[in-house]
């Protein structure tokens, strides 16, 4: 059920909701090693749709080497999300009083972007095409 709850989450968060299944794996083994939070909060959603199946309930297809969450799987993310208005201010409260984490506390540095990648992979290799021409010019 976990599992399910995961698929749907991950792929919502894709362009389009497409994911080949290798984006798919590295996502879900992120989200699996990433502690007790995520555990208990795919037990929650789940626990929102007790008889969910993604595939013979259409909320998530097969398409060319990935999978694609539909538009009835979105409404179905949704509810499940969705929280009960009569909880909410507790909730809201309990939220308030909880202690601040680290990580929402400390600024996060951006990730490095691809064209940051492939400028430092040019980099590398005029480097060592110099340090080649070096080496030529000192041995003749």
Request: proline content about 6%; glycine content about 4%; overall charge positive.
């Amino acid at each position: 059920m976990n599992f399910q709850v995961t698929v749907l989450k991950i792929l919502v968060s894709y362009p389009d909701g497409f994911a080949v299944m290798d984006d798919l794996k590295r996502d879900m083994a992120i989200l699996a090693t990433s502690g007790r939070d995520w555990a208990d909060r795919t037990k929650s959603l789940a626990a929102q749709v007790p008889a969910l199946d993604i595939f013979s309930q259409g909320l998530v297809e097969r398409i060319s080497g990935g999978w694609q969450i539909t538009a009835k799987g979105r409404a179905v993310l949704e509810f499940m999300e969705a929280r009960p208005e009569a909880s909410a201010p507790a909730q809201q409260a309990a939220a308030d009083e909880a202690p601040k984490l680290v990580s929402e506390t400390a600024p996060v540095p951006p990730l490095r972007q691809p064209a940051d990648r492939a400028e430092r992979r040019r980099a590398r290799r005029q480097r060592r095409r110099e340090a080649r021409e070096r080496a030529r010019a000192n041995v003749s």
